[in-house]
């Protein structure tokens, strides 16, 4: 079975960076989309960046110009360098991954960690 593990999160002051990494194990045979989200308490969990197999991204406005999602297939990572952060980027961010692992096609979640901006 397929799993995703998160790390890099932490308690970072207003204007600092955090790079988050996700990186999945297990009997995977292809990963398609990776997926950065988060929820903020009180809110609903919201896409914050995409990145497809071949490389394509997206990112929600809110962090455009400051985000930057990557991946290393032979690694089967994905990152999340934030970077002029705020305090409104404090929230628990998840991994996502559409991958086709041992049992089966479908979408994997990590533990998610908690990103924490303030001063």
């Known amino acids: 079975q397929a799993q995703l593990v998160e790390s890099g999160g932490g308690l970072v002051q207003p204007g600092g960076s955090l790079r988050l990494s996700c990186a999945a194990s297990g009997s995977i045979y292809s990963i398609y989309a990776m997926n950065w989200y988060r929820q903020a308490p009180g809110k609903q969990r919201e896409l914050v960046a995409a990145?497809?197999?071949?490389?394509?991204?997206n990112y929600a406005d809110s962090v455009k110009g400051r985000f930057t999602i990557s991946r290393d297939n032979a690694k089967n990572t994905v990152y999340l360098q934030m970077n002029s952060l705020k305090p409104e980027d404090t929230a628990v961010y998840y991994c996502?991954?559409?991958?086709?692992?041992?049992?089966?096609?479908?979408?994997?979640w990590g533990q998610g960690t908690q990103v924490t901006v303030s001063s």
């Open positions: 996502n991954a559409d991958l086709w692992a041992k049992d089966g096609r479908g979408h994997y």
């Open positions: 990145i497809t197999s071949g490389g394509s991204t």
